[in-house]
T-cell receptor, first 112, second 112 residues
Framework: GENVEQHPSTLSVQEGDSAVIKCTYSDSASNYFPWYKQELGKRPQLIIDIRSNVGEKKDQRIAVTLNKTAKHFSLHITETQPEDSAVYFCAAFMEYGNKLVFGAGTILRVKS | NAGVTQTPKFQVLKTGQSMTLQCAQDMNHEYMSWYRQDPGMGLRLIHYSVGAGITDQGEVPNGYNVSRSTTEDFPLRLLSAAPSQTSVYFC???????????FGQGTRLTVV
């Protein structure tokens, strides 16, 4: 079935370092790939997304890259800050079935 | 500006009881979905709808029913609650699934 795999499940970095989270997807027809951040006790919120017609997108300290051939995409956070600590989810919209499927999440801890 | 309104916020059920989780959105979104969130398993899709009168199953549909009689509302029914359904449930809506999804506040359900 359609699935999205996300790694690592937990990530600890020192404040100021970079963090990278990677995801792979199964449906080659997928063309929309969002990333969500969920703070403790809160609802997930979109932080950045990318469509298949571009390979990279940046928004201040956050960037996402997409490799459609390899069916993987990554989230890059530079100059991490304590407030970046949260759970991050990648997702892919599966055109086969019209479903938005999420990865299992990455717990990011930024140590100050 | 309500967005996605999800009720209740907390619920405790006894095994075998039934209940309905309510979800309403005021953004005129066609696409609505229900997810459950369990530790280490991310957001798993239960059911989704691409428009009024249309529903479909996600990854974990067993034990749940949905209906979509209006664009605004997408209730989730637990037919006969089981301890395995203890989880946090999120409703989400988006324009067509391929744009930002807005989540409700979540329902923390405990089945004893």
């Amino acid at each position: 079935g359609e699935n999205v795999e996300q790694h690592p499940s937990t990530l600890s970095v020192q404040e100021g370092d970079s963090a990278v989270i990677k995801c792979t997807y199964s449906d080659s027809a997928s063309n929309y790939f969002p990333w969500y951040k969920q703070e403790l006790g809160k609802r997930p919120q979109l932080i950045i997304d990318i469509r298949s017609n571009v390979g990279e997108k940046k928004d201040q300290r956050i960037a996402v890259t997409l490799n459609k051939t390899a069916k993987h995409f990554s989230l890059h956070i530079t100059e991490t800050q304590p407030e970046d600590s949260a759970v991050y989810f990648c997702a892919a919209f599966m055109e086969y079935g019209n479903k938005l499927v999420f990865g299992a999440g990455t717990i990011l801890r930024v140590k100050s | 500006n309500a967005g996605v309104t999800q009720t209740p916020k907390f619920q405790v059920l006894k095994t075998g009881q039934s209940m309905t989780l309510q979800c309403a959105q005021d953004m005129n979104h066609e696409y609505m979905s229900w997810y459950r969130q369990d530790p280490g398993m991310g957001l798993r899709l239960i059911h989704y709808s691409v428009g009024a009168g249309i529903t479909d199953q996600g990854e974990v549909p067993n034990g749940y029913n949905v209906s979509r009689s209006t664009t605004e509302d997408f209730p989730l029914r637990l037919l006969s609650a089981a301890p395995s359904q203890t989880s946090v449930y999120f409703c989400a809506s988006s324009y067509d699934g391929r744009r930002e999804a807005f989540f409700g506040q979540g329902t923390r359900l405990t089945v004893v």
